[in-house]
């Protein structure tokens, strides 16, 4: 049982402050295991596809040395994903500690193991937001590509407890042919206990240690197919709060049709991904890590306005991020005398469309 006090989450103002020294917070998806209780058609973390002696698991000390020296270095979201997360005997102690070292603690769950004490402990523990995966429109689908019977009864028990302690969920619904009619979603997420929803783009590889893809028809879209699954999220929009901003959505259009991009990926500049033998990646897509998180000390980030790939929790989140990063950009360039530059920092249309994107999501921010 985790007992660690957890420190009091940083004000808006305080990170808006830091947006003006640094861009903004940034965040780790910390891969505590690669074990996983589902059975999920589109992902090799399965566990019907992983065999019991490749799992593996990070111990607590490795964990909180990682915290520690990733929080120094200025990761202030650290995301707790797998596989599973809750498979990992000390989650509560790692999101204890993380929040007792002044970060903001999250999980990506299936749910499948949330009970009603288990919720409390997570919340004296410290975790503030939490991510659910749901994979249709309707409980038998769901439940049948999950293997998890009766998943869909926990999370609405689940969504009613977080309320209760003032945790945020949110559902992460993968874009695979599971889903049918994407209208058909608010009122089954609703009835869940959902207010919000992400879009998780498809995956079918990723070169990094991470193992959420699979070669699977659930996931294999052309391209014409794929854009009209966009173009029935961007008309989601505006009867359901869709996480994923418009101009994230436009961007990934283009890059279906291979036309150029407004953003470029800040995987690597404030965005990394960890994986369970502590190597540290710019995302989940690059097959070379940065370094061991242990040698992580900020000279490693990497800024290049990548636009390889279409995973969501990095593209979405760096277009929401980039006016943050570009106003920094432009008071950096004024303290070194340099004004032109930093009015181009300042006054260009990927600000007024970032800015756009964070007025957008402003009603979900807050819970993160």
């Given at each position: 049982?985790?007992?660690?006090?957890?420190?009091?989450?940083?004000?808006?103002?305080?990170?808006?402050?830091?947006?003006?020294?640094?861009?903004?917070?940034?965040?780790?998806?910390?891969?505590?295991?690669?074990?996983?209780?589902?059975?999920?058609?589109?992902?090799?973390?399965?566990?019907?596809?992983?065999?019991?002696?490749?799992?593996?698991?990070?111990?607590?000390?490795?964990?909180?040395?990682?915290?520690?020296?990733?929080?120094?270095?200025?990761?202030?979201?650290?995301?707790?994903?797998?596989?599973?997360?809750?498979?990992?005997?000390?989650?509560?102690?790692?999101?204890?500690?993380?929040?007792?070292?002044?970060?903001?603690?999250?999980?990506?769950?299936?749910?499948?193991?949330?009970?009603?004490?288990?919720?409390?402990?997570?919340?004296?523990?410290?975790?503030?937001?939490?991510?659910?995966?749901?994979?249709?429109?309707?409980?038998?689908?769901?439940?049948?590509?999950?293997?998890?019977?009766?998943?869909?009864?926990?999370?609405?028990?689940?969504?009613?407890?977080?309320?209760?302690?003032?945790?945020?969920?949110?559902?992460?619904?993968?874009?695979?042919?599971?889903?049918?009619?994407?209208?058909?979603?608010?009122?089954?997420?609703?009835?869940?206990?959902?207010?919000?929803?992400?879009?998780?783009?498809?995956?079918?590889?990723?070169?990094?240690?991470?193992?959420?893809?699979?070669?699977?028809?659930?996931?294999?879209?052309?391209?014409?197919?794929?854009?009209?699954?966009?173009?029935?999220?961007?008309?989601?929009?505006?009867?359901?709060?869709?996480?994923?901003?418009?101009?994230?959505?436009?961007?990934?259009?283009?890059?279906?049709?291979?036309?150029?991009?407004?953003?470029?990926?800040?995987?690597?500049?404030?965005f990394f991904y960890l994986d369970w033998e502590l190597n540290l990646f710019r995302c989940h897509n690059w097959a070379k890590p940065l370094c061991h998180v242990s040698e992580f000390d900020?000279?490693?980030?990497?800024?290049?306005?990548?636009?390889?790939?279409?995973?969501?929790?990095?593209?979405?989140?760096?277009?929401?991020?980039?006016?943050?990063?570009?106003?920094?950009?432009?008071?950096?360039?004024?303290?070194?005398?340099?004004?032109?530059?930093?009015?181009?920092?300042?006054?260009?249309?990927?600000?007024?469309?970032?800015?756009?994107?964070?007025?957008?999501?402003?009603?979900?921010?807050?819970?993160?």
């Open positions: 049982m985790a007992t660690t006090t957890p420190t009091k989450r940083r004000s808006i103002w305080q990170l808006a402050w830091e947006s003006l020294q640094t861009g903004g917070p940034s965040m780790c998806q910390f891969a505590i295991t690669s074990a996983c209780n589902a059975r999920c058609g589109f992902c090799n973390f399965a566990v019907d596809k992983m065999p019991k002696e490749q799992q593996r698991f990070v111990t607590l000390e490795q964990a909180k040395s990682a915290a520690e020296n990733l929080y120094h270095n200025g990761i202030y979201f650290m995301i707790y994903v797998g596989g599973e997360p809750l498979l990992h005997p000390d989650l509560n102690e790692m999101i204890a500690h993380a929040s007792s070292i002044g970060m903001a603690p999250m999980i990506v769950t299936n749910a499948g193991l949330l009970t009603p004490d288990r919720i409390k402990q997570l919340a004296e523990a410290g975790l503030v937001s939490v991510i659910i995966s749901i994979d249709a429109a309707e409980v038998g689908k769901h439940e049948e590509n999950r293997g998890l019977r009766g998943v869909c009864d926990r999370i609405k028990i689940a969504n009613q407890e977080f309320k209760k302690y003032k945790i945020g969920t949110t559902a992460s619904v993968t874009m695979s042919r599971l889903i049918d009619d994407y209208q058909a979603l608010p009122p089954f997420l609703t009835e869940l206990g959902f207010d919000s929803v992400t879009f998780s783009y498809p995956l079918t590889t990723l070169a990094s240690s991470y193992l959420g893809y699979a070669e699977s028809n659930l996931v294999d879209y052309t391209p014409e197919e794929l854009n009209e699954r966009f173009e029935a999220v961007k008309v989601l929009k505006k009867e359901f709060h869709v996480v994923n901003p418009t101009s994230s959505i436009e961007d990934m259009q283009r890059h279906l049709k291979k036309e150029p991009e407004q953003f470029g990926c800040l995987g690597g500049w404030k900020g000279s490693q980030r990497v800024r290049d306005g990548c636009t390889a790939c279409m995973m969501d929790c990095y593209r979405d989140s760096s277009v929401m991020q980039h006016i943050a990063v570009s106003v920094s950009d432009g008071f950096k360039s004024l303290a070194a005398g340099n004004i032109n530059q930093a009015f181009q920092d300042w006054f260009n249309q990927k600000n007024w469309l970032s800015l756009k994107s964070v007025i957008e999501e402003a009603k979900w921010l807050p819970r993160l």
